[in-house]
């Protein structure tokens, strides 16, 4: 398999740096690891996941001025595959309740994968910083309004996606669908809650100008975007193909990681790393 492009640019030096340095802090070839990290996933994954490198990340209160959030996550995932393999199951939430689901190989076997937990540190990375934009839209002929958009909001991503060529809609595809793998991940109460009352459970009224979506909504527009970039002609020049089809087959293992951090290693620092997806 060709290597997705994120696998090559996803460490700065200033990781190689603190990945050596944490887990082998007395070897003296320190630009021959640091190029082995960059090159074999299998000693890339030994390094980054090795236990001491994981508590010093856990430890350090200063950790995102040392480290990239692509490397930060990338050692939640490794910590939380190798958990995951001595799992019996994974949890479903279900508004307050907690239900057992034994998949716990399904989510192993696709997270082993070297170009889905890559893809997926550079996802949750990519929510540390969220952007809203302004841009023109044409209304109809001769008449064009300016409208604001937020890469967290998949209603405004998808009326930016119905306003520009099938060539630039790669972006708002992958994106759409990153947001529906994320908020189902790391934030499943969300949809619970943006769906139905939380003292309750009874269902919520609509509000004007924002669709109300499900759990299975936001599964369900995961698929079908991941779909959708899958089959855009630039997947196939990022190398970013595969890993789409994977996501988009096994959509539910793929949020399993996702909470699986949530739940047992961000804690509270869940909203300080990702407080803009409150405004969504």
Do not use: W
Not at 125 to 141: A, E, K, L, N
Not at 181 to 191: A, E, I, S
Not at 200 to 208: A, D, L, Q, W
Not at 219 to 226: A, H, K, L, S
């Amino acid at each position: 398999m060709v290597r997705p492009l994120i696998t090559e640019l996803s460490l700065t030096e200033a990781d190689l740096d603190f990945v050596v340095g944490e887990a082998v802090p007395k070897a003296s070839n320190l630009e021959e690891l640091k190029r082995l990290v960059r090159s074999e996933d299998g000693f890339r994954a030994a390094l980054v996941g090795d236990d001491k490198v994981f508590q010093r990340v856990m430890d350090d209160e200063e950790i995102f001025v040392k480290i990239s959030p692509t490397l930060y996550f990338e050692i939640l995932l490794r910590r939380a595959l190798k958990e995951l393999k001595v799992a019996t199951h994974t949890v479903e939430r279900a508004g307050r309740q907690s239900i057992p689901v034994f998949d716990s190989r399904e989510v192993v076997d696709l997270l082993a994968k070297p170009e889905v937990l890559l893809y997926l540190a550079h996802l949750l990375g990519s929510f540390t910083r969220i952007h809203s934009y302004t841009t023109s839209v044409r209304v109809r002929r001769g008449v064009r309004r300016r409208q604001r958009f937020s890469d967290m909001d998949v209603d405004s991503l998808l009326r930016l996606s119905e306003t520009v060529e099938e060539e630039h809609r790669f972006g708002l595809y992958k994106r759409i669908a990153d947001v529906c793998l994320f908020v189902t991940g790391v934030f499943p109460d969300y949809t619970f809650l943006d769906y139905r009352y939380p003292g309750t459970g009874e269902m919520r009224p609509m509000t004007s100008g924002r669709v109300r979506r499900s759990l299975e909504d936001y599964e369900t527009d995961g698929r079908r975007f991941y779909g959708l970039a899958q089959q855009h002609p630039t997947a196939q020049l990022l190398a970013l193909h595969e890993v789409f089809g994977l996501l988009r087959d096994h959509f539910t293992s793929a949020r399993k990681p996702l909470t699986f951090i949530s739940a047992h290693y961000l804690h509270s620092q869940k909203q300080r790393l990702f407080g803009a997806q409150a405004q969504v």
